[in-house]
């Protein structure tokens, strides 16, 4: 072993994408933060920051590389190409060398400040403290209200129960970190892990700030398109669900055939009737649509599993400390 780097106690895994004006005032910010934090025994606390680079094409890697001149306590990889957060952060979690992990935005819509409190909560047992929202106002409209029937919707299909306005940002004992490490699954939906592993799980509020600089880069489609993988990679009931429609349906006309029936009997035969096919016709033929693009969903995801590709490829470490990989 040797001479070892003493393991920080923190690190902080910092997805970028594009955020070249943003690692300077995050790295100022945070170093105040975490350089105020004490040990129990007054000592002050080992921190790192982990920048990972999901494929920017401005020069925010530059800015990783010369924030890592400064501090090496601020380190990076950098990614082949983007591969979106969700592993991005496998990637940070999977490079962290600390005894806890937070997993924070880079611009500054997760105040730091809230980690001290994190860490003591942790401190008195809680291997997950995640970071709930105070509220939403920050968000516009619409934004709130997708979030809202979004964590509903999981929560209603799914038994691996999501907090409610909770994001990625929390403090993860490593423990909880290798459990995450060891899900297979190229499906990173990083809320919904983190909700499957279980353990002493607690929350503190905070009020999200508004983004400092630089520009979201989520939008809607993107978010639905998140909102999809949280939910068929949490939950099957989707997928079952068109079994009992079919069933009831079947039922419905069973009854409606026997009703047919006796009708005919009695009144004879009376050929108008195209409302009701057109109805019953348009009706199945949607059904069957949208039962086929949920099936669809769902076969898709299981090619990309069975591909067993990596999650995330790095090009390049920006001052991770020798022999690590
Ligand atoms: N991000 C990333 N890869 C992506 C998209 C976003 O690493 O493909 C990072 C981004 O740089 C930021 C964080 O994820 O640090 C959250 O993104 P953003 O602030 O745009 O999301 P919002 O807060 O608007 O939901
Ligand atoms: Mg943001």
Redesign the pocket.
């Known amino acids: 072993m040797g001479i070892r780097v003493k393991l920080p106690l923190i690190s902080l895994i ?4 594009n ?1 070249e004006d943003a690692i300077v005032p995050f790295v100022t910010r945070v170093t105040r933060v975490l350089d105020g934090l004490r040990e129990p025994d007054g000592s002050r606390v080992d921190w790192e920051i982990l920048f990972v680079d ?1 494929g920017s094409t401005d020069a925010t890697l530059a800015a990783m590389i010369a924030a890592n001149q400064v501090d090496p306590r601020v380190v990076g990889i950098s990614l082949s190409r ?1 591969f ?2 969700e592993a ?1 952060l496998s990637a940070g979690l999977d490079n962290a060398r600390g005894r806890t992990v937070v997993p924070i ?3 500054m ?1 997760d105040p730091p400040e809230v980690i001290g409190e994190m860490l003591d909560k942790w401190r008195i047992g809680y291997e997950v403290v995640y970071g709930v929202r105070r509220n939403r106002m920050t968000d516009s409209f619409p934004k709130r209200l997708t979030a809202d029937l979004y964590y509903r919707a999981h929560n209603y299909l799914s038994a691996d129960k999501i907090p409610e306005h909770a994001g990625d940002f929390r403090l993860l004992d490593r423990r909880v970190v290798e459990v995450i490490r060891q899900m297979p699954e190229r499906n990173r939906f990083m809320k919904g892990l983190f909700a499957w592993s279980g353990f002493r799980q607690t929350a503190v509020e905070y009020d999200r700030a508004e ?1 400092a600089v630089g520009t ?3 939008n809607y489609w993107k978010l639905w398109t998140l909102a999809i993988d949280g939910i068929t990679s949490a939950s099957t009931l989707p997928l079952r669900v068109w079994s009992y429609m079919g069933a009831v349906i079947a039922l419905f006309s069973l009854f409606y055939a026997l009703y047919l029936l006796v009708r005919v009997m009695i009144y004879g035969v009376d050929t108008p009737g195209y409302a009701s096919m057109m109805v019953a016709t348009l009706f199945l033929g949607g059904m069957q649509l949208l039962s086929l693009g949920i099936l669809g969903e769902y076969v898709g995801r299981i090619l990309v599993e069975t591909k067993h590709r990596p999650i995330y490829v790095v090009r390049q470490r920006i001052g991770a400390p020798e022999g690590e990989e």
């Open positions: 910092v997805p970028v994408k955020e999901d983007n979106g957060k991005a935005d880079v611009d819509q983004r979201t880069k989520f």
